[in-house]
């Protein structure tokens, strides 16, 4: 009768490591980020609940491993940071998409957009040569939901006189 029990053993330990084995290879897909320093806003959370599914139409919302992350395509081809520090003042480029103003700085073929006007603030870096600043727009709406704090991008005449 022991005989019988040891392959049976076997068979179900192998079939054990199988099922931890591809439950673990599943979790290997999270985008390895690390938190921004305010990631812990509520403001954060509740703008990461409304961020789309897909941007650029084509890149699909995959699992990161910090909080108030999140990272698009696969490769990823953008990747979004909320509770990055807020800037007060810059002399990068700003404009508006949609009801959201952004300051844009190229970095080679990266480019890092962060929010201007909103506490806490978000930052969306895209790979430039593989997507576009669609991506703003698409983050737009659950962007929008962050508090603004009164400042927002002015237009050279505004400050000229």
Do not use: E
Not at 49 to 75: E, K
Not at 118 to 139: E, G, Y
């Amino acid at each position: 009768m022991d005989t019988v029990r040891r392959p049976a053993r076997r068979l179900a330990i192998v079939g054990v490591v199988i099922a931890l084995a591809a439950g673990l290879t599943g979790c290997t897909n999270a985008v390895a980020m690390s938190p921004a320093p305010s990631a812990n806003a509520a403001a954060c959370a509740a703008a990461q609940v409304r961020l789309p599914s897909v941007v650029g139409s084509t890149f699909a919302l995959r699992n990161t491993n910090a909080q108030s992350t999140a990272a698009w395509g696969d490769p990823a081809v953008a990747l979004y940071h909320c509770g990055v520090a807020v800037p007060t003042v810059s002399d990068l480029p700003c404009f508006t998409q949609g009801s959201v103003d952004w300051i844009r700085d190229p970095r080679g073929d990266r480019i890092v957009y962060t929010t201007f006007g909103r506490t806490p603030a978000v930052q969306v870096v895209i790979d430039a040569t593989k997507t576009t600043s669609q991506v703003l727009q698409d983050v737009g709406d659950a962007v929008s939901t962050l508090p603004k704090d009164g400042h927002k991008c002015l237009d050279p005449s505004d400050v000229q006189g």
